[in-house]
């Protein structure tokens, strides 16, 4: 996925809980706090697994875990998946 595809789907979901997936395989789960052209920001959803769990407002205030948009694969949202 190119940075701009990724950048635009971020926008498109934000306030949502959504798995992002790395190119390294990291799966992150939780809702879009915040989007800038750089990084996306999810807060991780207790209980709903992905790496990033426990990182509370860490380095941002409140808005959860950040994510460099060029080191996204995919991103999906997280209510088509069923536990």
Same mark, same amino acid.
Request: proline share 2%; charged share 20%; net charge positive.
């Given at each position: 996925?190119?940075?701009?595809?990724?950048?635009?789907?971020?926008?498109?979901?934000?306030?949502?809980?959504?798995?992002?997936?790395?190119?390294?395989?990291?799966?992150?789960?939780?809702?879009?706090?915040?989007?800038?052209?750089?990084?996306?920001?999810?807060?991780?959803?207790? =209980? +709903? #697994? /992905?790496? $990033? *769990? !426990?990182?509370? =407002? +860490? #380095? /941002?205030? $409140? *808005? !959860?875990?950040?994510?460099?948009? /060029?080191?996204?694969? !995919?991103?999906?949202?997280?209510?088509?998946?069923?536990?």
């Amino acid at each position: 996925m190119q940075p701009r595809e990724a950048y635009d789907l971020c926008c498109r979901h934000m306030g949502k809980r959504v798995c992002i997936t790395e190119k390294c395989g990291r799966k992150h789960y939780g809702t879009i706090t915040r989007v800038d052209r750089d990084m996306v920001w999810i807060m991780p959803n207790r =209980g +709903f #697994g /992905g790496f $990033g *769990l !426990g990182f509370w =407002g +860490f #380095g /941002g205030g $409140g *808005l !959860g875990i950040g994510i460099a948009i /060029g080191a996204i694969a !995919g991103i999906a949202l997280a209510g088509a998946f069923r536990w």
